[in-house]
């Protein structure tokens, strides 16, 4: 499953934020994809549960074939299905009963016969706790070991509305009429919504689907159609392979299709009619990376075809169904016209990680929810890998460090990190695993061993890996085995067990720092490892087997990213290096091993040097990491804040993503603390004097053509320049913007987010009238996220407020999945969007409460109260927002702990203030008078317009 993006607009200052202890409710939903999301999971219950019970089904029985019909006429709205399974199981031990899963169904009747044996009737009971459907044989006599039966089970339910299970979406056609589907999300427990079944990952069976449907729609499923048993209204489809449950789908709607066929394997695009014309790029994106990842695992595809779809209510980002993956629309239509370049590079990322999924996931699954990394961690290496094979010319691998990389290592040194390999047990516990360590950890720990075991290696070693656990599941011991075993194969010399190397990474949380000391008279250095924290006072014991290599400055090559030294599961290694005593000396090549690194003093500066003097002898990621490292250190008091401050005044030399990415990010976190500030302007005038020479050179206009990146780094450099004052950035985004209201003029849909963002800042109630009905009109899903995105950018108090109360208006065309994403925009953006959002939960926060109950997600008000105290800075927010969270603290929801982490976050923005702020202001203020003088020679044009930036930034 793909976890959904969040909090995008708040995803690059997430980055560097480090989450509280207290995760549920805070930084869970950011967990945000970059961070993972608490939209990701429809399971989702917020409270573990207080009892010692097994939650797992007993072995004594096991399913081998389910036959599941199922009634439905979604097509006229109507919520109610019924259904038939009859479930072919073996009897392992001796017993009088069956025990499965069932969730929200009405059992009717229950019957069991077998080859021998008459159908006779079974007792049904229920446990609601551990949603567990017994049927006992009413003879008390036992059914015998080894004897195989058939259970038949007639039931009935309705669509759910909360996007989880079997479930009612609904679109609005041309004419402007309500239309109906029903379709599937059963990861990781809802499939026992749809039918009664052995809903574990492990419990593999065949399944043969059929589909009572009005004839007007058509239903699709993982296999395709049987023929000779389909007529009009009923469709069959072909028996599938041994399968989890949870993987399997179906979808009965009015959809329209586009079909494409590679290597004998058809695949087609279902979305909803009117979107036809937007299915192209992912047919194609999607053929070219299916055969990428076969001939990358040298396995074949297991299916005889694959479908894609788009759902228009989807909670999570996407979900693998076997031979059926679907999609949030915005995930998978784009339009070459309107589009941007954003939307379509991540379809492609996401079919990839849908695609992986159909090995390491489907074709191989997780034994149990305790090794979902196996699956997610795959996934999330592969979205990058595959696409990396299908297009070259994207060079992936910057985005992979700013998206996942970093995000991992920012969420992964609490004080407690949780291992990847982590025991759960119930369905709400299950569902707390979708979050950073399972992806974004994984991923970057498995790419540290792709890189430091050579990719010959580690791709024999996911062969193996696929092939001897094919159509079954898997622990992470049959991993490292398979990787072991291709080692030997390759001749390749490990210097210890694969299983101890890659479970130190996989059984404890967190990641080391490797603490880098230098001998400048041998040329010799030393690493030692310990364990890394956000916290500096946290110290726990704990040790890793670490690869590494190094590049220097006599010898800059950063392409062999093999490990070259190892430390293993020892303190500290020496290494004899012979280094010329005014080399730079910089750990970790491209930046592919999983951790941080600190130098000494001296080196530091060697490195800053080598920055200002050449900035290109040192790789764009290593260039990003450093800055990512040295703003972790300095927050953290571990390095003076000189040492990352005078490290990025070598950026207007810099031109790559990776690094403005990261630049973007720590100046987002200042303007976050220091935005009150009496002395702000001087953190303006560092911005401004950093990044003018990249925004004259990129400007605000899209240019057709330019490779992704630079669009992208646009946009980071639009945010910093606006942010800083640049007088052109900020008439220009004003103006832009109001030729679009006043004549039509169409903003390019790859500046779009930060037109309208700082365009909105400073325009008046008819623009942001005007942005708000574009929201209301769009069909287009990534556009609507975008202006949601915007309209938080506003300053003016009484806009904000109709905005904020736009999320309860259940009159309005906002979807449900949207009402809960429009607080974080407006309380991300400075001191009035916080102020107003509390005023607004202050009188509303039961309604806003309610809007997504049950099983459809987190809470969003405990999710916003616990967003919202990442934000405050001042005593004055303080009190206004403890009061409301004193308020709202016994209501239902709202979890026990919420109060706690509310404090915890504003104690620790507190604290970052007081060991931060003056150090930086310090360092801002000595350094506009070393520059100022020169900006006034060498660009007069910018020592102006920083000047009138104080003026204008006043205003909003
Ligand atoms: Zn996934």
New binding site residues.
Partial sequence: ??SFVGVLFVGLAAVLLAAGPAQAGTRSLPPLFRESGALENPNFRFDARADDLNYRLPNNTLPIHYDVELTTNVHDGTKKFTGKVQIDVTIVEATTTLVLHKRQLNILSAKIESATSASEDLTISYEEEREFLTLTRKTNVNFEKDTEWKVTLEYEGELRTDNGGFYLSTYTDADGNERYLAITQFESTDARHAFPCYDEPNKRATFTITINHSPTYTAISNMPVDTSKTISGKTVFQKTVNMPTYLLAFIVSDFVYTEGVLNDTPQRIYSRPGTKNEQEWALVSGMLILERLAEYYNVDFALPKIDQAAIPDFAAGAM?NWGLATYREEYMLYNKDTSTVTTQTNIASIIA??YC?QWF?NYVAVHWWTYLWL??GF?TLFSYKAVDAAYPEWGVWQQFQTDDYQSALTNDASDYPRPMTHYVQKPSEIAMSYGTVT?AKAGSVLNMWNHALTDKVFQRGLHNYLDANQYSSAVEEQLFLAIQTAAKEENYEIPAKIEDMLGSWSRQGGYPLLTVTRNYNNGSFTVTQSSFHNNKNTVTQKSWYIPFNYAHQSNPDFRDTEASHYLLNVPSVRVDAKLDKEDWLILNKQSTGYYRINYDEENWKLIIDGLIKSPYKIHPRNRAQLMHDAYRFSASNRLAHSVLLDMMTYLPKEDQYAPWSTANGIINVYNRYLSGDAKYYDFQMFVAEIVTPIYEKLGINDVPGEHHYQKYTRNAVINMACLAGIQSCLTETKNKLKALVQHGTPIEANVQSQIYCNGLKQSGDDVFQYVFNQLMDSTDQAFRRVLISSLGCSQNEKQLKSYLESSIDKDNKLRNQERITILSPVYSRGSVGLMATIDFLDEHWDEYGNLNTGFGGTNPLNDALGGMSLYVVNTEQEKRLLALVDKVKSSEHVSSSLEASVKYNIQSNFDWLKSNRDPLINWFQSFNIKSGASAVISSSSMAISTLLLLVISRLF
């Fill in positions: 499953m793909h693998e990680h849908e999924h996931g699956k997610e996934a992806y």
